[in-house]
Structure formats: structure tokens, C-alpha cells
């Protein structure tokens, strides 16, 4: 609700006062609300925000887990306590020699996949699924995970992080 000044409340002039009733509760409004944006104008001293403040900063690194093919794995975990974040991550593939068709993962569902023709000795793959915004009442886990398409061994480490937005 915007503050609305009184403009129909005339200063007091005869009684002392420097103003009504009505203007002093609208200057103790705007000082109020300035008081807000500026518990929530961030860090500037290179210190981390606060649990609960904008910016608060969290990171999980899970692994090494191995894969299934075709199967979608868990690696790493945040509890998201209640708020608007954003939520990325990275996952590495370590492969064995065999097969391989895809390597995919994302925050919570795969949503980044890479498929290609890829050799058939061991080889490391990497993917930086896209940011997700994640928006909760209550704590929530949220997931880093990754699939992958192949015939041998693949295992998957990775780190999930998470900012609050507001």
C-alpha cells in the first residue's frame, strides 16, 4: 500500500505541536519503511548475508554415486528453508570404457542433456544444468541430479548451491 501523505491535515500551529496526529503517523510510516529496504539492501562488507536474508548463500556437494543406465540419480541435496531462490549446479561423469549415448542432468528433473557420439574409452563429461528458481512456504529439499545413457560404469559427483532471491 503506497504512504499517502495527509494533505487534508492542515499543520497545527496554536497548540505547540509542529503537527497533527496525521502527519506525525505518516513520517513514523516512511521512516518505517526505509528501515525495511534498508535491512534488505544486502552486504556490502564481503561478509555472507544471513540465514534468512536476501542473498543468504547455501552449497551441497554430493557423490561419487553410480549410475544406472537410463535410470535418474540423486547427488547432492539442499533443504530450501521457506523463500524464492535460485538453484544451480554442476555434475561430472566419470565413465569407464563402453558405450556411451547421453549424460544429462538438472535441479530437481533433467532438463540438460548432451547427446552425441562419444568414444568408447574412458571419458569425463561435465554439465551445468540451467538455473531453476525454486519458490516454497516450508523447508524443501531440492535435488541435483543426472542420468545417463551407456553400457559399462559411469559414476557422477557434483555440487548443488542455492541463493535467495528475496
Known sequence: ?????????????????????????YHQ?????????????????????????????MTATGGPVALTSGSVANVASLALTAGDWDVSGNVQFSAGAGTHTFFGAGITAVDTL??????STALTQ???????????????????????????????TGTIRARRMR
Open 114 to 119: 548432451t547427446a552425441a557420439t562419444f568414444p
Open 126 to 156: 561435465a554439465i551445468s544444468p540451467a538455473t531453476r528458481r525454486v519458490n516454497v512456504t516450508t523447508t524443501t529439499t531440492t535435488w541435483l541430479v543426472a542420468d545417463a545413457g551407456f553400457a559399462g560404469t559411469v559414476t557422477v
Open 29 to 57: 510510516s516512511v521512516s518505517d519503511a526505509l528501515a525495511t529496504v534498508q535491512a534488505h539492501a544486502g552486504v556490502t562488507d564481503g561478509s555472507d548475508a544471513a540465514a534468512g536474508q536476501i542473498g543468504e548463500y
Open 1 to 25: 500500500m503506497p504512504l499517502e501523505p495527509p494533505v487534508y491535515d492542515p499543520p497545527i500551529a496554536e497548540s505547540g505541536q509542529q503537527h497533527s496526529q496525521a502527519w506525525t503517523e
